[in-house]
T-cell receptor
C-alpha cells in the first residue's frame, strides 16, 4: 500500500525566513513519481513539481528547492526567503504503478507573517 | 494557464436537489479523470475514477448512485450530486493527466453548499 506522511500540520514563519516542509513516503514499487502541490485559500491545487524515482537530483526553481532522498524515502520542500504570498497548504503526493491515482499526504499549512 | 477547468467554482443549492459539476481538459484529451472531495482542513480524498466511454470506478465507501459520474467525451467529465444534503457540502476537485507524461493537473475546484 502507498502512504505519504506530512508530519508538520502547521508551520508559522516570519517573512524572509527559510522554511522546509517534510514529506516521507512509503511504497514497494520501484517506479513512482512524487509531487508537490500548493493550495491557496481559494482552493485550487497548483502544481509545483514532479520527480520520478530514478532521478535523485535536487532541483531548484527560484526560491523553491526540493531534496529527494531515496535512502530515507523523503522528498522535502524548502522555500527560501519566504513571502506572505507563500501562505497556503502544501500537499505532497505519490503516484505509483501504471495508473494516475495520487496518494496525498495530509498537507502542511504554512503561514508567513510580516 | 489552466489546463484543467472546472465549473461552477461555487454553488449553493437546496437540500433534495441535484447539482452538476463539470471538469474539462483544455487542449488535450483525457481518457481518465479523477474526482476528489475535500473537507475543511483535511486532505483530498479520491471519490472515483472517470473513464471515457465506460462506467466510473468508485472508491470504497462512495455511493455511486448519489455521485453520478459521466465521461461522455475525451475532454469532459461531469459529477452530479443527486438529492444533495447538507452533509454533502464540501470542496470537489477534479484532475486529469496530460498524455505526454505523468504530470497531473487539477481543476480550480467547486465549493458546494447545500442548505
Amino acid at each position: 500500500a502507498q502512504k505519504v506522511t506530512q508530519a508538520q500540520t502547521e508551520i508559522s514563519v516570519v517573512e524572509k525566513e527559510d522554511v522546509t516542509l517534510d514529506c516521507v513516503y512509503e511504497t514497494r514499487d520501484t517506479t513512482y513519481y512524487l509531487f508537490w502541490y500548493k493550495q491557496p485559500p481559494s482552493g485550487e491545487l497548483v502544481f509545483l513539481i514532479r520527480r520520478n524515482s530514478f532521478d535523485e537530483q535536487n532541483e531548484i526553481s527560484g526560491r523553491y528547492s526540493w531534496n529527494f532522498q531515496k535512502s530515507t524515502s523523503s522528498f522535502n520542500f524548502t522555500i527560501t526567503a519566504s513571502q506572505v504570498v507563500d501562505s497556503a497548504v502544501y500537499f505532497c503526493a505519490l503516484l505509483t504503478g501504471g495508473g494516475n491515482k495520487l496518494t496525498f499526504g495530509t498537507g502542511t499549512q504554512l503561514k508567513v507573517e510580516l | 494557464g489552466a489546463v484543467v477547468s472546472q465549473h461552477p467554482s461555487w454553488v449553493i443549492c437546496k437540500s433534495g436537489t441535484s447539482v452538476k459539476i463539470e471538469c474539462r481538459s483544455l487542449d488535450f484529451q483525457a481518457t481518465t479523470m479523477f474526482w476528489y472531495r475535500q473537507f475543511p482542513k483535511q486532505s483530498l480524498m479520491l471519490m472515483a475514477t472517470s473513464n471515457e466511454g465506460s462506467k466510473a470506478t468508485y472508491e470504497q465507501g462512495v455511493e455511486k448512485d448519489k455521485f453520478l459520474i459521466n465521461h461522455a467525451s475525451l475532454t469532459l467529465s461531469t459529477l452530479t450530486v443527486t438529492s444533495a444534503h447538507p452533509e454533502d457540502s464540501s470542496f470537489y476537485i477534479c484532475s486529469a493527466s496530460v498524455p505526454s507524461g505523468n504530470t497531473i493537473y487539477f481543476g480550480e475546484g467547486s465549493w458546494l453548499t447545500v442548505v
